[in-house]
């Protein structure tokens, strides 16, 4: 992938990867990095240790017998930092150019002595290529506290870190589920510094963005920065509901299909999750998606099902916020799940829980139909 002429994508794409940070079922994800030729030549980023090799050679390619002069880290999480020592080592005259608090950090995942071949910027510094012109901005807790970006006022190129990234292949070009799931899951906790990064990249003339992750965004940029706008107020991105369900038997999950599809004649926008079976990830997503959320549990040990109690963890864990919820609950002999549920909910910043709560009693009654398209009526209100 050819980016300009000056500078040449040099990422690579992990196809096989079967869980990113340890937890979350990807398609796949790239590392992305980039070379800007120029007077001087920099390197952006290295990519995940399980990927030194196919990016060194890429690297050497571009390089074409040159040494870099510099290597531009903006984040140092292992699938970014994975092959910071195999390039120090392949060049020994490269200064490393990164933020004091990355330099702080740098021998947690290097040999000590590369401390010594750091350039530490800070905000708004410059670092001049040639033609091309580096700026740096500070983007703490995007989405860790050492990480900056990095403007190239050329091209108007924004290195955007993870922010803006997201899983998948950079060549397929799509962008929003991924996207989405990827911004609420691991970047998500951190709205607040997400609105400063918003604020000065407002100051900027950007052409295209470059994340970590998945494809450079060049066009309806406005598009790309207004969702982050969005998801970083925690703010619902539009009306709907999300029906998640955990449930030992089945009954507890035909009582949540059951309101789902209730959910669905009156027109409104409902997606399932089976907490046991989909990917806590996509759940979490679906969650922040939407404006209501619907909860529908087995008792279990005198409490609930543990994978529900590992969403709310989640939710919890990532501000969930500013949302109507619902609850249904199953217990054969003490059903304890809404009690349980709620207690979670209410540790949430405005939550607003529907009075009206279903008990199940082992199997789904028909009295309970008419309790469940009670408390849909009341969560649609
Ligand atoms: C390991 C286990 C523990 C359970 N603990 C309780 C309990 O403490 N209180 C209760 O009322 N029911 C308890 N139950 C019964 C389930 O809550 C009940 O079978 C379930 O809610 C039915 O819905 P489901 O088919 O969706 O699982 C337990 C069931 C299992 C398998
Ligand atoms: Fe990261
Ligand atoms: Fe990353």
Redesign the pocket.
Known sequence: MKISDSIVYIGVFDRDLDLFEGQYQVPGVSYNSYIILDEKTAVMDTVDGRKTGEWLANAEAVLNGKAPDYLVISHLEPDHSGSIQAIADKYPEMKLVMTAKAQAMLPQFTDAALAARVQAVKENDTLTLGAHTLKFMTAPMVHWPEVMLSYEISEKALFSADAFGTFGNPEDGLWLPEARRYYFNIVGKYGAPVQTLLKKAAALDIAVIRPLHGPALNENLGFYLDKYKVWSSYAPEEAGVLVAFG???????KAARLAAEMIGKRGVKVTVVDLARDDMSFALAEAFKYDRLLLAC??????FFPKMEDFLLHLKAKAFQKRKAALIE???????AAKGMKAYLEQMKDISICENTVT?K?TLKEENEGQIAALVDELLA
Request: aromatic share 10%; net charge negative; proline share 5%.
């Open positions: 449930s030992l038997h089945g009954n507890t999950g087995s008792t279990y040990d005198g409490n199953n217990g054969s002999w003490a059903p304890m199940i082992s």
